[in-house]
């Protein structure tokens, strides 16, 4: 005779303990959500921590990375070069006003530009030790009427800005303003007076041109440049642009205006 324990229903189900080998009951639904929601914080909580404390790193360690094919936002390797085998330390003193965000962005970009410049990949010499950039550079933004005065006789020349509301029916000015560079070098000086703040394009050509001009009157330096003919080019003194459609400029021209040292 089988115990009522081990007696079973109709439908075959037994009211005895669980047989051998059975598997055990299988996870509640609550359970499982409990695991999923416990997994689930301490991933937010380690996300969270990797990125204070990679914010906190680029903070204290600013990097500018250019992605760019063109490298359009790096100083070149001419640029770097000659900064790291100047002789002496070279000063540029760059005269602002701020106020306008055409203005203010224009400041940042090239203080950042500047940066590449102080930081500059330099070789070791000859003699094999180390070797720094030599460019420095100051903000000066003139407020006092002594200030202003000691701009316009370093060269500085004020310019009137303003900019448009987005709406377009208002307009904000800073009155005159100061966006210009003084560029020293030994006992020479290069003035930029005004450089518009609407584009930095070209700015790192227009600096390294104005550094070596300093840099060749001071230590006296001269320049050549060769020109092969001989295979049919245009002459020198030819004009570049076709008749009727501008003044004309030669190869000469160029060299005379933007290469006189």
């Known amino acids: 005779m089988k115990s009522d324990k081990e007696r079973t229903t109709s439908s075959g189900k037994s009211f005895g303990s669980p047989a051998r080998g059975s598997a055990e009951p299988a996870p509640t639904i609550m359970g499982r959500r409990g695991k999923t929601a416990t997994a689930t914080g301490i991933y937010l909580v380690l996300v969270t921590a990797i990125l204070v404390v990679a914010n906190l790193f680029s903070y204290s360690n600013f990097y500018r990375f250019d992605a760019t094919a063109q490298k359009r936002f790096s100083l070149t390797l001419g640029s770097q070069r000659m900064v790291c085998e100047l002789s002496k330390d070279l000063q540029v003193d760059f005269y602002v006003t701020r106020g306008l965000a055409k203005t203010d962005l224009f400041i940042e970009d090239v203080t950042q530009l500047f940066d590449e410049y102080v930081n500059a990949k330099c070789k070791k010499g000859d003699d094999g030790q180390p070797r720094a950039s030599k460019f420095k550079y100051t903000i000066i933004e003139p407020k006092t009427e002594d200030e202003k005065k000691a701009a316009k006789e370093e060269g500085l020349k004020e310019n009137p800005l303003r ?95 933007y290469f006189p040292y």
């Open 163 to 257: 900019e448009r509301s987005e709406t377009g029916d208002t307009q904000k000015s800073v009155g005159d303003a100061y966006l210009g560079f003084v560029i020293k070098y030994g006992s020479e000086k290069e003035v930029i007076p005004f450089w518009p703040p609407e584009s930095t394009q070209g700015l790192e050509f227009f600096i390294s041109n104005k550094i070596r001009e300093v840099r060749d009157r001071a230590e006296n330096r001269k320049n050549r440049y060769g020109i092969i003919t001989g295979k049919d080019e245009i002459k020198i003194s030819e004009s570049l642009v076709p008749s009727g459609l501008g003044q004309p400029m030669s190869i000469k021209n160029v060299f005379d205006e």
